[in-house]
């Protein structure tokens, strides 16, 4: 991170409205009335719309197992509502599709405590538990065995050893499951040690310190010759599991790993300069465990009405919309579009705006940090000019806003890989909103962000609609005025209006590899 001297910090950000025009920005616009055609888009981009194709990812989801995962029917009729209302809009529309490496569960995986009082816990990233990679496929019920757990943790982290010795499992009954401690050792020797005395599956909790009470990112097992079902839980859920002795519990995980096909939709208008084009994105698909409502049901209904609105307009620069594949798997419709273009097509497009989860609904109004003051890493030039003019639309609407990090975690990555300017807005997901956050834009502290996150119950009740709302509007101002600008967009901008901060994060689909 940046340190030294910042250009604020979020306690100096006030709700207070400034002498600022939303439609105010810096830059070059073209004659002939672009202005009023910039006002007249902003007002013509209504949250209320915007939310109606949210209902309608909503019921896609619903008639699809509720999910719109890449590579299920769910994903394909989003697509095709898409690709419909972009085609009726009058848009040049192509299916971009291709292959990718399928890595999820043929049903939804089971963690139940069976005894005493029933409860069924939610599968997810930033939910209950996690199935560790390489966990075979099991269905299996049992009673929990604790093995050589420290409850209440020990004072620093990375000190439990449990499950790290054969020792450990001296008594161990044969067919019960070993519900064991993250610590010194790696999650293998924890598995290799319970399999060897009998176990018919193996759940691993956190450790419990500051920092180590979530579900770890990416367990993983490190190759194959598990036999047995093998999950990673949140710390909490581990503590229930062992407060109670005789608690069964049942397992069940049934994975399913295949190359599928999936798609990028691309719009791009009839009208403009092809050799500046005005692109912007979102991420199409949900995660398998729910429909994906905010994330990024969001950022694409949002990005799908500004280009229905902005049909309507004459731009100077070409418009380009593009609703990617397969991004929870790793960014890989954007990737795989950026290394398709060849470097004259890479050339013509001016910018790219990103949009993912911009409902979020304990929400920060998050721009991406893109002259790097904030966190220490700066988009490709043009980026601060991006963020100053997406700060200029939020306080021309009296709106705190905040820096949020720029570290091509989302879609955006591969184009400021190959030096496209870009930027972007993000409402957060699983870090908990500080006080200080709360003070600022509302909400509860200590709650995440998306409580929802990668969650079964990111449904159409998991959208504030305020930051719906404001957000769609500010996708609609910066695209009207970058769609009228003469030339490129300025790459010396005048120093930023307000302050921001240096505490926001993004989220993150490309975990890092966890030891035990």
Known sequence: MHS????????????????VSPLAFTGTASAHGSDNAVRKLVEAVSGKNVKKHLSAFQAIADANGGTRVSGTPGFDASRDYVARKLRGAGYDVTIQPFEFTFDGYKTPPVLKRTSPDPKTYSYGFFSDYVAMGDSPAGAVSGTIQPVDLVLPPGPTANSSTSGCEASDFAGFVPGNIALMQRGTCNFRIKVDNAMAAGAAGVIVFNEGQTGRTEVDLNPVLSGPGVTIPSFFARFSVGQELAAAAGTTVQMNYDPIVETRTTYNVIAQSKRGNPDNVVMLGAHLDSVQEGPGINDNGSGSAGVLEVALQAAKIRPKNQLRFAFWGAEEFGLLGSEHYVAALTAEERAKITLYLNFDMIASPNYTFGIYDGDGDAFGVAGPPGSDVIEEDFEKFFAGRGQPYKATAFTGRSDYGPF??????????????????????????????????????????????NINDKALDVNSDAIAALTAKYAFNTGTIPTDPAPAPAARSATAHTHTHKPADSAG
């Open 416 to 461: 400021i890989e190959v030096g496209i300017p870009a930027g972007g807005l993000f409402t957060g997901a699983e870090v908990l909103k500080t006080a200080e956050e709360a003070a600022i834009f509302g909400g509860t502290a200590g709650v995440p962000l998306d409580p929802c996150y990668h969650s079964v119950c990111d449904t159409i009740k």
């Open 4 to 19: 030294g001297l910042r250009k604020g910090v979020l306690g100096a950000i006030t709700a207070v409205a400034v002498a």
